[in-house]
């Protein structure tokens, strides 16, 4: 901690590793003033949605804290659309021009299969490198999923998997047809692939929270025509029943085992 709080500059490293980790808060991009800011690497800029979801723009730059303030610029301009609040900037001895933008490229393909995170990057470049380098850039990039892990970031985690032991759970409605299961998960509730939604959205439901992350998800085709494509980790049983019947629910009641059990009972 930089400056003696957690709200402030933060710096991360590994050992025997050359990069380095910084986390910057937004409000201070502007006074930055340090050596190891000047440099290139690459960025991760966190946004919180209205909807309680999370998002992330991956960049790249050869100098990372003016490409910062140009964000700042283009947001106060009006032509950035979405606003994030701390800043993460991965930098390294001898990274040049190519090597970030292949980091940028493995970094935004690995967000967006890991799914927790729209991943706001909208292109990047499919960059070839010496075949010497590519060993040593996956390894950085190994270091870099650490670091943002370690600073409870889950942009680079797999949505859970079952196990052979896990307790599914059932979320239905014979009036919408909805037919959902899944599972609690480290990070709240995680739904699985081939789950159908609710065709109805209740009319009190629209504009609430869970409503615009339902949108969201169809906008990202995470659900589509329907049904859910993959397995999504929602952070709260609540959030998934809502979002798999069409309205406010409570998922602790409204999950229940294939017993009839509730959630809340076991």
């Not at 050359?18 to 946004?47: H, M, W």
């Not at 960059?127 to 409870?152: P, R």
């Not at 990202?220 to 049904?227: A, F, T």
Request: aromatic share 10%; net charge neutral; proline share 2%.
């Amino acid at each position: 901690m930089v400056n003696g709080t957690a709200d402030s500059i933060m710096t991360a490293e590994l050992s025997n590793w050359s990069g380095k980790a910084i986390k910057i808060p937004r409000t201070e991009i502007q006074t930055c003033s340090r050596d190891d800011v000047n440099s290139a690497g690459v960025y991760l800029l966190f946004c919180q949605e209205d909807d309680g979801s999370s998002s992330v723009y991956i960049g790249e730059a050869e100098n990372i804290i003016i490409r910062l303030r140009q964000h700042l610029q283009e947001y106060k301009a009006g032509k950035e659309k979405f606003y994030w609040n701390t800043a993460v900037i991965f930098t390294g001895r001898d990274l040049n021009k190519a090597l970030i933008r292949y980091i940028e490229d493995k970094l935004v393909k690995s967000a967006r299969e890991c799914g927790r995170y729209r991943v706001l990057t909208k292109n990047t470049y499919d960059t070839s490198i010496k075949e010497s380098l590519v060993a040593t850039m996956e390894e950085f990039i190994d270091n870099i999923k650490i670091l943002i892990s370690t600073m409870n970031y889950n942009v680079f985690v797999p949505v859970p998997k079952a196990e052979d032991n896990t307790q599914y759970f059932f979320c239905s409605s014979s009036k919408s047809e909805a037919d959902a299961k899944g599972f609690v998960s480290p990070g709240g509730f995680t739904v699985l692939k081939g789950s159908k939604v609710s065709e109805r959205i209740y009319p009190v439901f629209i504009g609430h929270n869970y409503h615009k992350q339902r949108m969201q998800l169809e906008n990202d085709g995470i659900i589509s025509e329907g049904v859910f494509q993959r397995d999504y980790e929602f952070n709260s049983p609540s959030a998934a029943s809502a979002v798999v019947l069409g309205r406010s629910s409570n998922g602790n009641v409204e999950w229940k085992t294939k017993d009839n059990i509730k959630l809340k009972d076991i």
